[in-house]
């Protein structure tokens, strides 16, 4: 069973489309995109529209590119989900701006009697204190900054899980280059994203010499 103590380098990689930004006012998910890394391979991915039952925004269409039509022949929500719930087996779950996907993956677990099986990363929040000199931590702005091959799409579930995949593949090749940090748990990387800036040199320093499994 995998957990926090597991390699950083084997997780879901996971992104959501959704109605809105908040579960809590009633939005739902409209497209799961979610790519497995095992041992910093890709392995298998997973992508679904899903029908929230309800008409979405022009905003939503214009923004994802995701219409109404789309949707109309898409599953609902709990088919899709609990086909996810599968995917995700016991493995630890990794999304750009962690908060808003946990949210919602909990809200759409929820209406299917589910619980989240793993633990969640934020690859911003790392993004944040190993690549301080980026101009920002958005997605496309971090694909640009580390010249992350992408074929330009972005707002689409499996796309961002990609780009996203690729981005923490980066996050550990820092650690491995700047700190001889080969094989960071995801434990080290939850611990780094909480951080303040200025410590974070001296704790990855110390978590070298102590050995990563240490931590």
């Known amino acids: 069973m995998l957990n926090t103590s597991s390699p950083a380098n084997t997780a879901v990689i996971l992104d959501f489309e959704t109605t809105g930004l908040s579960p809590n006012q009633g939005d739902r998910a409209i497209e799961i995109g979610a790519v497995l890394l095992e041992d910093g391979v890709a392995t298998q991915r997973f992508q679904e529209l899903m029908n ?25 929500c709990d088919e899709v989900m609990e086909r996810f719930y599968q995917f995700i087996g016991k493995h630890n779950l990794v999304a750009h701006n962690a908060s808003f996907d946990q949210r919602f993956l909990a809200a759409e677990f929820a209406h299917i009697g589910r619980q989240i099986p793993g633990e969640f990363a934020c690859s911003m929040l790392l993004s944040r204190r190993l690549f301080q000199d980026a101009p920002n931590h958005k997605l496309g702005s971090l694909v640009a900054y580390k010249n992350i091959d992408n074929n330009g799409v972005f707002h689409r579930a499996l796309a961002d899980a990609e780009m996203t995949a690729k981005l923490w593949l980066c996050l550990l090749e820092e650690l491995n280059q700047e700190y001889q940090l080969n094989e960071p748990t995801f434990t080290l990387m939850q611990k780094i994203s909480v951080k303040s800036k200025n410590a974070v040199s001296q704790f990855l320093t110390r978590s070298s010499c102590r050995g990563p499994k240490s931590i």
């Open 52 to 76: 929230p039952g309800f008409r979405v925004s022009s905003f939503i269409e214009s923004y994802t590119g995701i219409s109404n039509h789309m949707l109309q022949a898409a599953p609902p």
